[in-house]
């Protein structure tokens, strides 16, 4: 079984940071990509980035690349997504995706609240 279980979220002023991380555990060697999501409330899920493990090529959504950033850690098999600049249309729930064997998988989301 692939599981996904993300982490840091929580309460953050406009303007500043937070970094999301995504934990895999399971049959993860098929792995074709990984990506994040979000849905804000209300909503329907918004596609954030995503990347393949082979090539490091990584995708954005345009509104978010020039503060948003995909990255991975092989060793601690986790996948992370760094938010800078935060706004208040940020506010979201945040999604962890893996694609194997032509399966999706979803973790259980991590809650992002940005204030004034």
């Known amino acids: 079984q692939v599981q996904l279980v993300e982490s840091g979220g929580g309460l953050v002023q406009a303007g500043g940071s937070l970094r999301c991380s995504c934990a895999?555990?399971?049959?993860?060697?098929?792995?074709?990509?990984m990506g994040w999501f979000r849905q804000a409330p209300g909503s329907g899920r918004e596609f954030v980035a995503t990347?393949?493990?082979?090539?490091?090529?990584?995708y954005y959504e345009e509104s978010m690349k020039s503060r948003f950033t995909i990255s991975r850690d092989n060793a601690k098999n986790t996948v992370y997504l760094q938010m800078n600049s935060l706004k208040l249309e940020d506010t979201a729930v945040y999604y962890c995706?893996?694609?194997?064997?032509?399966?999706?998988?979803w973790g259980q989301g991590t809650q992002v609240t940005v204030s004034s």
């Open positions: 895999t555990s399971g049959l993860t060697f098929r792995t074709n990509t």
């Open positions: 990347f393949k493990f082979s090539g490091g090529v990584t």
């Open positions: 995706n893996l694609v194997s064997c032509g399966t999706d998988y």
